[in-house]
């Protein structure tokens, strides 16, 4: 501080001192932007509940695959007991294998991420309305716009952070069980069928890119918590009511099935991973190029309505 | 020095607490129609399941999945119910006229009670419409940081509660009644004999979910995400649950009602020894005594619950 | 009883205030602010009376042991954000409860609808039903309170002429500036003529036209036998309404009476100050931290200085307690004394929180 060189000389006073540094383009606030969301999202003790309900599955999954390579090394035996309890090997085999599809295939894969369907959509109402309708309704999104970035950027970071929280939820623990299955059974798992993690990505990536633009266009036309969740709802779980009530009730033609959001994923995810129109169940189902073409046709729809409301001076609310 | 005496209470004599909560009351009906994204969302999702109803029930939709059984025998019984064809004279003429009409109404009303009733307006939109409201009733003040101005006047805070319910009971009731009302007309026939059986388990679901949703409007700072968490994730999977489980849901006590009205009317929607339901004045009296506990729950939680956020 | 029974002492932090509350039987701080009629002080039931409320929110304490009296007039409540200034207000006005000590209005408590009779809040928070107009909302409230249509209106006509807001009170509640919205706050808090008027930073938002009239405004409240608790960041604002201010800190009252019997206490009392001070120049040299302490031992309100110990890992860091009087004379010395003298000072700390807080408004800075 100031010149220490003689007693006597003037204090050099603090003051202003401008940033003297070369500032990094506004892509690079993308991150930033995404890491203040998972923050607020990580900071809530209901975010965790629902995490840990969606675990519930993952869990099942997980000690399923490690109970049918126990009693797969027990099949010699006609029975085991365990406590209390005395268990046939050969058919828990057959219901974790076949029925709950617990094999390592691609079937795992695809019929873990479908079942954490509404957890999913439970979690990212709640990111809806805290990432995007809370900045809104408490007037934070100034704070963001006076900043050298755009409200590009700013929609960017948070559809990064949904990003996270759907993947967090599908893609991680999806290659989490693969890798434990391969480390359960053979290295060979790994190599033989390297295909299924492509699928898996891949599968993400299409949850991913769907339901990040229709969550970010729907917070961004309703911005209050209710009309979010009331609208991701009837998207995500009337629809699909519909759907069922439609084709499976009234026996009309699959591809009203079409309509489900979260049906067409699934079946989109299916020929990710390479499976063919034998493996769906019900068997009913519309062809995965049709389901392809209206996630696209929804997305584009979605993408669309940002494209408008960003050029439009109302976003800044 | 004489004392003066304690400042009078200037505002008792011409104030009244009953004309205050009513007051409230009308208030609060009124501030919930303010929330006008919520009431078309809930008029949007109305018209649109009104509207698929409607197509189904003009391309006689309701008839086709009972007959469609019969077909696996008899590919033409099938063609011969198809009402105004002329194999009808063929059907008619081997069951008897009167007993083709009874078999044609009881399977469009089970298909309807089934596929629409059961699981589109009990399984959906029921518990979305009530929670949407139910939550905003203390929810939306929490969230808009106005319950201030409730909890700073003069009326006991059981009383704001129990105003908040009533002034949201027109709503709840309203949409869910009326919107099954118009469901069921859109239906025709089937609907219209749905809507003369169902009606109270409709009605007593709808004033136990309200009662639920605004408990949690008063307990968690975040009601709704709370509320479809429990609607569509602990509803579904413990109303699903085999056995006894199941009984710790609303739903399952609306459904029990459905059933045992059906099956007055000789439908059966649920296989009663695998769906194992209580009989239909059990899940009245537990319906309506689990929204007059949740009430007073809700009054009690509001009262001892300092609004930090809100206030 | 004077006018002011009790002043908190500033060198004693809560201990100090309870030292001097201690005199009134009561052990409780008692305070009458400015009114015309000193024989209101005599009322035997406090309007106001706080007895050692503490509030925590989670591992924060927001207030700690307050004891507080008052009765008709008008004390101001000063404090730095996060003082405990609104959180008090929250516990007077029944908004949230005490986890320790009790809150009584009129002897009844606080948190129960029969006080909210007697208290009208004008709170922070600025929302409002967005929707209603300013005559309506007001009349809304009015009508919450159990007013009949007619009352209601005759009541809302006359507190929005009071606020001079009568000409402006049709417009929607969403257009409405700063000031505008604080003068409806304050309408609504006086509607049905309480007792208690608790107002959180009133001031706040309003032109210097509108402050005067609502300074005038508070005297005349005060002057009809109500109670105001006033707070404000500013303690020059508070002078101009009240000579009666309580001056909060980490949630304690750290002192309470006038602001100059404060400026006065402080004066007399012994201030403890610790001071850490680069040993060394950068070309090494003496011993700086003797050469402080002597200095300091020459300035006239210093009473004495003491060498601490070096703290491990810190050995070129001296460090100083020194005791001084007449805070604001010591400080002005002691900053003369650094700059002409060139010391390094690391770390300038008031050891007595209640003091250092009272200093800063006192000195025109935070507490």
Known sequence: MGDSSGRGAAPELLHYRPWKGAFRPPIAAVWPIARTGLLMLLRRRLFWGLYALSMMIFLMYFFGQYLLAWFQTQAGESRVVVGLLAIHPGELIEILADKLKLNGSAATYRNYIHYQGYMV??????????????????????????????????????????AVFINLLTTLPALALFV????????????????????????????????????????????????????????????????????????????????????????????????GPEAFDPASQPRWVEAALVLGGVSVACLSYLALRLRAVEIVG | MALIQQPRPTAAPQTSLLRAWWFLVLLSWRRQARARQMVWIALGLLAFTTAMTAVATAADLWHRPRFRQLAVADQMMLDALVPGSPAQAVADATFGAAGVAVLTDQSAAQVFARWVVAAIFLGFLLPLWSLSFATEAIGGDREQNSLIWLLAR????????????????????GLNMGGFALVCAAAGRPGLTALRLFWPAVLCATLAFAALFQLMGAAF??????????????????????????????????????????????????????????????????????TVTLLVMGMVVFSRTQYHDSV | MSELSSIAAAGGGNRGVEKEFSRDPKGSAKTSGRSRDPARQLLPTPVLLCQRVSKWYGPVIGVNQVTLELRPGITGLVGSNGAGKSTLMRLITGHVRPDIGRVEVLGRDAWSAAAKRHIGYCPEVD?????????????????????????????????????????????????????????????????????????????????????????????????????????????????????????????????????????????????????????????????????????LLRLPDVVGVELLDDAPGEEDVGRLLVRARNPRTFFQDLTRLVLEEWFEVRRLQTLDESAEAVLGYLLGGRG
């Open chain 1, 180 to 275: 434990e299955y391969g480390l359960i059974y053979s290295w060979d798992h790994f190599t033989r069928n390297s295909y299924l993690v492509a699928g898996i990505l891949a599968y993400g990536a299409v949850l991913t890119v769907s339901l990040t633009l229709i969550l970010l266009a729907t917070a961004v036309w309703l911005r209050r918590t209710v009309p979010l969740i009331m609208t991701w709802t009837a998207l995500f779980l009337l629809c699909r009511q519909l759907a069922t009530s439609l084709v499976d009730g009234l026996h009309l033609d699959p591809r009203w099935r079409l309509i489900d959001l979260w049906n067409n994923t699934w079946l989109v995810g299916g020929a990710c991973l390479q499976m």
């Open chain 3, 127 to 295: 929302s409002f039903y967005e929707e209603m107009s300013g005559r309506q909302f007001i009349e809304t409230m009015a009508r919450l309170s159990g007013y009949t249509s007619g009352e209601a209106r005759r009541r809302t006509g006359a507190v929005l002429e009071r606020v001079g807001m009568s000409g402006r009170a049709e417009r929607r509640l969403r257009g409405y500036s700063k000031g505008m919205r604080q003068r409806i706050k304050l309408a609504q808090a006086m509607l049905h003529d309480p007792e208690l008027l608790v107002l959180d930073e009133p001031l706040s938002g309003i032109d210097p036209v509108g402050r005067a009239e609502f300074i005038s405004l508070f005297r005349d409240l005060a002057d009809q036998g109500k109670c105001l608790l006033v707070s404000s960041h500013e303690l020059d604002e508070l002078q101009k309404l009240t000579d009666h201010v309580a001056v909060m800190a980490r949630g304690r009252i750290a002192a309470v009476g006038s602001v100059a019997q404060i400026r006065d206490r402080l004066d007399d009392h012994p201030l403890t100050v610790r001071v850490d001070v680069a040993r060394t120049t950068e070309e090494g040299g003496k011993d700086r931290r003797r050469e402080l302490a002597g200095a």
């Open chain 1, 121 to 162: 959509m439970i979690v990212l109402a709640l990111a809806g309305s805290v990432l995007i309708g809370n900045d809104f309704r408490y007037g934070s999104l100034p704070f963001y716009l006076s900043k050298p970035l755009s409200r590009r950027h700013y929609l960017l970071g948070k559809g990064l952070a949904v």
């Open chain 2, 154 to 173: 003069p009326l006991p805070r059981p009383m704001v509660y129990l105003a908040k319910f009533v002034a949201l009971l027109p709503w709840t009731v």
């Open chain 2, 221 to 290: 700072r975040r009601p709704a995400i709370v509320a479809i968490g429990y609607s569509f994730f602990l509803e579904i999977i413990l109303g699903n649950m085999p056995g006894v489980m199941k009984r710790v849901s609303i739903g399952f006590y609306a459904h029990c009602m459905m059933l045992e009205a059906a099956d007055r009317h000789g439908i059966q929607i649920d296989r009663p020894n695998v769906y194992w339901p209580v009989d239909g004045t059990t899940a009245i009296i537990v319906l309506l005594t689990t």
